[in-house]
């Protein structure tokens, strides 16, 4: 029986009642970074103590100093560059989701950009690992990808076919871990290229944003089932569903507070759940502003990139829990 199989029969399932805390004090600014057709998606704090974010519309990537003013870089218009992250080498790595490229830009704006084999094969999340690589989805060829810093790649087949591979985060464990978005799992692969798969007990969820948690656990998110699940490095998933089933969360990161925090991208919110399952959310002040990516930045605030040419920064006033 294969490793992927055979994880079907391992995974507990545990649905957690969901306990609602009084929402504490929240600060949220707005920065203009681009216009409304720019499409801010992914966001990053980078080496340089800057933020860094993808706008997918335009194919820029862009830049931002809390405290200055944004500036950007052009790639190809119609490139669509999705997720980003910072890599082990001091540069910036993203995907290129439409040129089917990975790219890297220094903290000084120079571009490298590394075709992918796989025609077509659609990158979507990236990471770094913890054998000083970056490790990337392809959604489209049912793909793992391994890519050095000196644009080596290797790739990994999926033993499922028409999983989508979406978001992907390094594992406390020292693997990789990966949400399956139309296989409705979670999938790890291991620094040797073998994978595992662990279904999620709630049917049709499409999993996309996955972060390593301070528990030890991976984190992710089930946009089409309005919950947030919790993935121990034995499989076993715990699921918490939020006030709003319908809120299709997006994007999870991990917070300097210990809590782990996400973007509610049919709620226009952010919230944040601790390992404990309490929940609290945050209405952005701008109607349908699309939240997408989130990360913890630079100045121990979390930000998130808003689709309509803008960064939010949510500051939170802890209460006691």
């Known amino acids: 029986m294969s490793a992927a199989?055979?994880?079907w029969h391992h995974v507990i399932a545990t649905f957690v009642a969901l306990r609602r805390?009084?929402?504490?004090?929240?600060?949220?600014?707005?920065?203009?970074?681009?216009?409304?057709?720019?499409?801010?998606?992914?966001?990053?704090?980078?080496?340089?103590?800057?933020?860094w974010f993808t706008m997918v519309h335009s194919g820029r990537i862009g830049r931002l100093l809390p405290g200055g003013e944004p500036t950007s870089y052009q790639l190809d218009p119609a490139c669509g560059p999705t997720i980003i992250a910072a890599g082990p080498d001091g540069a910036l790595w993203f995907t290129e989701y439409q040129a089917h490229r990975i790219g890297r830009i220094t903290t000084d704006g120079d571009l490298d950009e590394f075709p992918l084999p796989?025609?077509?094969?659609?990158?979507?999340?990236?990471?770094?690992g913890p054998d000083d690589a970056l490790w990337f989805t392809e959604t489209a060829a049912d793909r793992i990808g391994r890519i050095t810093t000196d644009g080596h790649v290797t790739e990994f087949p999926l033993p499922v076919t028409g999983a989508f591979?979406?978001?992907?985060?390094?594992?406390?464990?020292?693997?990789?871990?990966?949400?399956?978005?139309?296989?409705n799992a979670i999938g790890r692969i291991g620094l040797d290229g073998a994978i595992t798969v662990h279904p999620i007990p709630t049917e049709a969820a499409a999993p996309v944003g996955i972060t390593a948690g301070p528990d030890g656990a991976l984190w992710f998110v089930e946009i089409a089932a309005g919950q947030i699940g919790r993935i121990a490095p034995d499989g076993q998933i715990t699921e918490f569903p939020l006030p709003?089933?319908?809120?299709?969360?997006h994007a999870i990161t991990a917070g300097g507070d210990g809590n782990l925090w996400f973007t509610?991208?049919?709620?226009?919110?952010?919230?944040?759940?601790?390992p404990s399952g309490a929940v609290e959310e945050h209405d952005l002040p701008t109607p349908r502003s699309e939240p997408h990516g989130i990360t913890l930045g630079p100045d121990g605030a979390l930000?998130?990139?808003?689709?309509?040419?803008?960064?939010?920064?949510?500051?939170?006033?802890?209460?006691?829990r």
Do not use: K
């Open 165 to 183: 591979p979406s978001a992907i985060a390094a594992g406390s464990d020292g693997a990789m871990w990966f949400t399956m978005n139309q296989a």
């Open 244 to 249: 709003d089933r319908a809120a299709r969360p």
């Open 303 to 320: 930000w998130t990139a808003l689709e309509i040419g803008v960064l939010a920064r949510i500051s939170v006033t802890r209460n006691p």
């Open 264 to 274: 509610e991208w049919g709620g226009n919110r952010v919230g944040s759940i601790a």
């Open 21 to 51: 805390v009084p929402l504490p004090p929240a600060s949220i600014q707005q920065y203009s970074v681009t216009d409304a057709a720019g499409g801010p998606y992914a966001i990053t704090t980078g080496p340089d103590g800057a933020l």
């Open 5 to 7: 199989a055979g994880s």
């Open 118 to 128: 796989a025609h077509g094969c659609g990158p979507f999340g990236v990471a770094a």
